[in-house]
């Protein structure tokens, strides 16, 4: 099933250089604290992204990569970066002023000639991955300054650095895995590792997040390692968890993956009382409430908090969810979730306070190095406080409606042709050859509407994200995540949400009709029927390889609720399909 997705952008190197300057410019005027810490970080992984793009443009242009000037250049600011990120973090964040005059040097004078291509590190944004955690992996490796660090782009030319600068080994290189992603491999000069090779004492340490559903990109650099005659006790991993490669690992990178040393440290060791504060304490000073207690309800266990019986609990893909806690302090409560590191973060924030402030999210506390603490808003769903159907309705045209005219945004998201792609492939690993055939007819013979503007969407309308007020209005909650999640789908035009609500909702065609009518009094722009349309089977097939792939990894107890999901949107997309066909 198609379900993942990386939603590239292009942006000009040198305004990417200056952006960065502009905000080490801003950290050496802040106080000492967490913000200032967030915002190091936060400039930490912009500067990544910039030195991972730039050594992507030699990497096209020669079909290698090499140790050149210009990734040497990137090498050494990452690693002054993190030695800044390293000396706030051991001193729990007292650290202020002004950043090391040589990185700011540096960064200034770093070649940044044309555009580079950037996507969100998905660590960073989605998987509470914290650049931290590898200083404290590094410190614990037994490792020092005769390592060779060697980081995968992109995310792990970041974060070798921070590898360096916890061991005091030279700064990094990095390497562009190739190929079927499955069966990656390393195309790159063996000079890049130069002197190293034959210093019988160094060691050489891979770096990167992962390993994913095959972990070919950490195998790939061991096997290039390994034809370069460097053996394999010599070699450490640095992976961001403790797990062993997914589903779609061969046998032999199985094999070699458990031969290697590896090195994991993970979020509560990167932030005790110990080193540096921990998220209990970033809520605390928030909300200026030092009994903060916190549970940690990730992975669906927050459905714990639900007033409704365990057997009408809503499904869940754990490993799909955000991480995320519930803060308590006496009779008071707030959610504190993940949002995501750096920008993307600071994005979430910006667009919860704006739903807060429309009435449509619950109250906002504020942004904690990634963490996006709202108010607790007690369980009750639309359906459990029985709404009527034309409340239901009218709310949610006036929330689409909302959505369209204030959340527009450029970033990036499928096209209608990759939407139709995955929904046709979806249908035929759940319906057969036959139906996949029909739902692609049908596609090809509706010219694709032309393409409306995109906007955040909050592609996630299901019954029971809606929550009821005492006073019997509603709010929607997890609505700032899903257009920057780590999947195909990305920000689309609002007709996906008109989709989504007709198929989450079971909604008539009448019932459709005055959804759009209440949209269109909201936003006096014409909702496009065609693109709705266009759109319900890509809705349906994605849904149902979400879900289908959430079977592969749920407990004993999840699994028929989740198989009873994946049959509602496997019967509905055999329904339209049929109804295609006649």
């Not at 992204?49 to 600011?77: H, V, W, Y």
């Not at 403790?242 to 290697?260: T, Y």
């Not at 007020?469 to 990305?490: E, F, M, N, Q, Y």
């Not at 936003?523 to 792939?549: H, K, N």
């Amino acid at each position: 099933m198609i379900v993942f997705g990386d939603h590239k952008q292009v942006h000009s190197a040198s305004r990417l250089r200056e952006a960065a300057c502009e905000a080490a410019a801003d950290i050496g005027s802040m106080p000492a604290g967490i913000e200032r810490h967030a915002a190091l970080v936060g400039l930490f992984i912009s500067v990544s992204e910039l030195a991972q793009g730039l050594a992507d443009i030699e990497f096209r242009a020669s079909g290698f990569d090499s140790n050149s000037l210009r990734q040497r250049q990137g090498a050494k600011i990452l690693f002054g970066l993190a030695q800044e990120v390293a000396r706030s973090w051991q001193f729990g964040f007292v650290a202020s002023g002004a950043l090391n005059d040589d990185i700011l040097f540096m960064l200034r004078d770093l070649d940044c000639q044309g555009e580079v291509v950037t996507g969100a590190a998905e660590g960073y944004a989605f998987y509470a991955l914290y650049p931290e955690t590898y200083l404290v992996a590094a410190r614990r490796s037994g490792l020092a300054a005769n390592t060779c660090v060697i980081g995968v782009r992109s995310i792990g030319l970041g974060l070798a650095a921070m590898v360096a600068a916890a061991i005091g080994a030279p700064p990094p290189v990095s390497v562009r895995p190739i190929g079927h992603p499955f069966r990656r491999g390393i195309a790159a000069d063996p000079e890049l590792i130069g002197g190293w090779r034959h210093d019988p004492a160094a060691r050489f340490a891979i770096v990167d997040e992962g390993p994913g559903l095959s972990g070919s990109s950490f195998h790939a650099v061991v096997a290039w390692l390994l034809h370069l005659g460097i053996d394999i006790e010599r070699i450490h991993l640095f992976p961001s968890h403790r797990g062993e490669p997914g589903a779609q690992a061969s046998p032999d990178i199985r094999a070699l993956w458990l031969r290697c040393r590896r090195h994991v440290a993970d979020f509560e060791h990167a932030f005790d009382c110990s080193t540096a504060p921990s998220l209990q304490d970033w809520v605390a000073e928030l909300l200026g409430r030092p009994d903060i207690r916190l549970r940690e309800i990730s992975g669906g266990a927050w459905r714990e908090c639900l007033r409704t019986q365990p057997e009408y609990w809503p499904p869940v893909f754990g490993g799909f969810e955000r991480r995320k806690f519930m803060a308590s302090a006496g009779a008071e409560r707030w959610l504190a979730k993940f949002a995501g590191i750096g920008e993307t973060g600071r994005s979430k924030l910006q667009s919860a306070k704006s739903l807060q402030e429309a009435g449509f999210g619950p109250p906002v506390v504020g942004l904690r190095h990634g963490f996006l603490i709202e108010r607790w808003v007690d369980p009750e769903t639309a359906g459990e406080a029985h709404i009527s159907r034309d409340r239901l309705i009218e709310h949610l045209g006036r929330y689409l409606a909302w959505r369209d005219a204030n959340l527009q945004t450029t970033q990036a998201g499928a096209s209608l042709a990759e939407l139709a792609g995955m929904a046709v492939y979806n249908c035929t690993q759940a319906l057969g050859e036959s139906h996949g055939i029909r739902l692609r007819d049908w596609l090809a013979t509706r010219q694709p509407p032309q393409t409306r503007r995109k906007v955040e969407i909050d592609g996630r309308l299901h019954r029971w994200e809606f929550l009821a007020r005492p006073d019997g209005t509603l709010i929607k909650t997890d609505a700032v995540d899903h257009c920057r999640s780590h999947d195909l789908v990305g920000c689309q035009a609002i007709e996906w949400d008109v989709a989504g609500a007709r198929v989450e909702h079971g909604l008539s065609n009448p019932e459709v009709s005055k959804l759009v009518s209440c949209m269109e009094t909201g936003t006096r722009s014409r909702i496009d029927l065609d693109l709705v349309a266009y759109m319900e089977p890509c809705y349906l097939a994605f849904q149902l390889g979400l879900w289908t792939m959430a079977t592969q990894s749920s407990d004993e107890r999840d699994r028929t609720r989740l198989a009873d999901t994946v049959r509602r949107y496997q019967a509905g997309l055999l329904r339209f399909v049929e109804l295609a066909r006649a």
